[in-house]
């Protein structure tokens, strides 16, 4: 069942980025606390079914996807770490990675779905490379983006993987909206400096 979007973090809208009750709630699914856990689920469910659907574009995936995200925000609650980041944005991060397995899942299954039709077994070398390049660039862009201060980290991957306008990533993140803008673009500076990008 489809989370409701009328849920949201206590705390997220009032002064500072996060929510201490989320980070308490976590440290208490940590220990195996499963009403802290129900909390959890309550706070963060319609977020991340918002987030998953921006980038998987499918209703009844997005749905999965999100039970997978919270099994996984219960299974490794114990790995949360304040110093890196808001709980929020933890979890954001799982679920936009588990979005993004899924689509890339999909696109997997329908590339060898068609490869089957074509009788094709063979993958071309620029095919190859370009795969190989593809993952290169992944790792070397993960390194730069753990470069980055925590908000500058979270505004770049709201507004770059998750597709959230200025505006929504400074309400989700609880900050004013010209500190978001000026986060950001410090933090593309360094992205840029750091992945070698001709400006």
Known sequence: M?????????????GGHRSPELEELLSSVARGD???????????????????????????HSE??????????WRSAARYDPERGSALAWVMTIAHRRAIDRVRSA???????????????????????????GRLESERLRRCLEGLTSLQRESVTFAYYGGYSYREVAELL???????KTRM????IRLRDCLGVER
């Open 2 to 14: 489809r989370p409701e979007r009328e849920s949201r973090p206590d705390g997220d809208h009032h």
């Open 34 to 60: 499963r009403t802290a856990f129900e909390r959890v689920y309550a706070l963060v469910a319609a977020r991340v079914y918002g987030l998953v659907l921006r980038v998987v574009r499918d209703r009844a």
């Open 64 to 73: 999965e996807v999100t039970q997978e995200v919270l099994v996984e925000v």
């Open 107 to 133: 696109q997997a299954s329908t590339d060898r779905e068609n490869r089957a039709a074509r009788l094709d077994v063979r993958r071309p070398f620029d095919e190859v490379a370009e795969s190989v390049q």
């Open 174 to 180: 609880t900050v004013p909206l010209p500190t978001v």
């Open 185 to 188: 673009r410090d933090g593309l």
